[in-house]
């Protein structure tokens, strides 16, 4: 094949990615989306200091036995926090789009011997969570990095089990500066059927806790209406 004709199916193929897109039933995000530009939101040590990780998962309510997922899990702060709270009976999977940071913590997770963490690969849109499996799907630092917000949320609140709780932590200034501010994250939400239960300000911070539980029955893709900009 000469290299016009294979230049002529690559650019066939990208003009049906993006007319599958265009396609798509779910609404745009009518918002900025922040780029990824770490997979490391900071130090470790200086999370620790402010007690970050405890307080979330105080507040979340975390305990022995459960299934939880870490959603864009990055370097794997929350999911070697989250491994020892739930237990040998517990289970943590954890999931990141970008495959060298996905291989990263799959090295982390070995190295460490946690025997109840799996890690994944998910994609921009999906997390591809397997159906009503958990109780707790957090989402820190992470969701104003969400490209198709809607979409996204449609399929993350399939993972949740009855009484599942999506937890989220983000900052509390605009998504330019890499934050959510918690009256559009309410409203993206709502959109797709989860209803706020908590929201509470983290210590030493500008970044607040928030946690949704299903509320409404699963909206077709059509009917969900985007919500502004914030």
């Given at each position: 094949m000469s290299n016009r004709?294979?230049?002529?199916?690559?650019?066939?193929?990208?003009?049906?990615?993006?007319?599958?897109?265009?396609?798509?039933?779910?609404?745009?995000?009518?918002?900025?989306?922040?780029?990824?530009?770490?997979?490391?939101?900071?130090?470790e040590d200086a999370r620790d200091r402010v007690g970050e990780a405890e307080e979330v998962m105080q507040l979340a309510g975390v305990a022995p036995g459960m299934s939880v997922a870490d959603i864009g899990?990055?370097?794997?702060?929350?999911?070697?926090?989250?491994?020892?709270?739930?237990g040998a009976r517990g289970r943590v999977l954890a999931q990141d789009i970008v495959p060298a940071t996905r291989d990263r913590l799959a090295q982390r997770v070995q190295r460490e011997n946690l025997q109840n963490v799996s890690v994944r690969l998910g994609v921009p849109a999906d997390p591809k969570l397997p159906a009503q499996s958990f109780d707790r799907i957090f989402l820190v630092h992470m969701y104003h990095e969400v490209t198709e917000p809607y979409e996204f949320l449609w399929h993350l609140r399939d993972g949740l089990k009855k009484d599942g709780l999506v937890i989220v932590v983000d900052a509390?200034?605009?998504?330019?500066?890499?934050?959510?501010?918690?009256?559009?994250?309410?409203?993206?939400?709502r959109a797709v059927g989860l209803e706020p239960v908590r929201?509470?300000?983290?210590?030493?911070?500008?970044?607040?806790?928030?946690?949704?539980?299903?509320?409404?029955?699963?909206p077709e893709p059509p009917a969900i209406k985007a919500c502004g900009k914030p």
């Open positions: 004709a294979l230049a002529a199916l690559v650019m066939a193929a990208l003009a049906g990615c993006r007319a599958e897109r265009e396609a798509s039933p779910f609404p745009k995000a009518d918002r900025p989306v922040a780029p990824i530009v770490s997979d490391s939101f900071s130090t899990a990055g370097e794997g702060y929350y999911t070697v926090r989250l491994s020892p709270i739930v509390d200034r605009s998504v330019r500066r890499h934050g959510m501010p918690p009256a559009q994250l309410a409203c993206e939400l929201l509470a300000r983290l210590t030493g911070s500008d970044s607040y806790f928030a946690s949704f539980r299903i509320a409404l029955a699963k």
